[in-house]
């Protein structure tokens, strides 16, 4: 049983596209993050999301909590963005998605 | 101020020994929690320290431990090791007022080999 599910669990674009991560999950959350992971293993935290919608600069998230589902979404799409991309949820421990691996080709 | 360091990098270790990997967190952080993660299971949550007192943990066994000083720095403990262990472990950093409801600060991560 998955608390967290994603998917795609592979994306190919093209440089300038638009993208589209989605994240459900199925148990009582506190908040929910979005964590970038680069070849190598560092991971970075994109946003953290109890309600509604965050921006930082090509990256958007977004929340509905009635329907315990989340988007990330990247406008532009750049080689440079390819990554990993963890969908995780905080209720009384973290739950991790299994991953998007997003290849954005120039 | 520095990111988060983990200590050592790379391990090679065989069946049965014990690991000891540690953790500094940055500077004011007093939250530290450490994730495994593998190919076939993904990132999992091990365990959460604050102020030297484990405040969550996640469905490891008990060769797992953990263990956080007064300076915040954090250690994890692996005995009799198993062919499973091998991973890359992770540690992550945040203020600790509200667990979970913080973004969290990774280190690079600790790679272990269990021969």
């Known amino acids: 049983k998955n608390e967290v599910e994603q998917s795609p669990q592979n994306l190919t674009a093209q440089e300038g596209e638009f993208i589209t991560i989605n994240c459900s999950y199925s148990?009582?959350?506190?908040?929910l993050h979005w964590l970038q992971q680069h070849p190598g293993g560092g991971i970075v935290s994109l946003f953290m999301?109890?309600?509604g919608k965050k921006k930082h600069g090509r990256l958007i998230a977004t929340i509905n909590i009635q329907e315990k589902h989340s988007s990330l979404h990247i406008t532009a799409s750049h080689p440079r963005d390819s990554a990993v991309y963890i969908c995780?949820?905080?209720?009384?421990?973290?739950?991790f998605g299994t991953g998007t691996s997003l290849t954005v080709i120039p | 101020k520095a990111g988060v360091t983990q200590t050592p990098r790379y391990l090679i270790k065989t069946r049965g020994q014990q690991v000891t990997l540690s953790c500094s967190p940055i500077?004011?952080?007093?939250?530290v929690s450490w994730y495994q993660q593998t190919p076939g299971q993904g990132l999992q949550f091990l365990f959460e320290?604050?102020?030297?007192?484990?405040?969550n943990k996640g469905n490891f066994p008990g060769r797992f431990s953990g263990r956080q000083f007064s300076n915040s720095r954090s250690e994890m403990n692996v005995s009799t090791l198993e062919l499973g262990d091998s991973a890359l472990y992770l540690c992550?950093?945040?203020?600790?007022?509200?667990?979970?409801?913080?973004?969290?600060?990774f280190g690079p991560g600790t790679r272990l080999l269990v021969l």
């Open positions: 992550a950093s945040s203020l600790g007022v509200a667990s979970g409801l913080e973004t969290q600060y």
């Open positions: 148990v009582g959350i506190s908040a």
């Open positions: 999301l109890s309600s």
């Open positions: 995780a949820v905080t209720g009384n421990q973290f739950y």
């Open positions: 500077s004011g952080h007093r939250s």
């Open positions: 320290y604050f102020s030297e007192t484990q405040r």
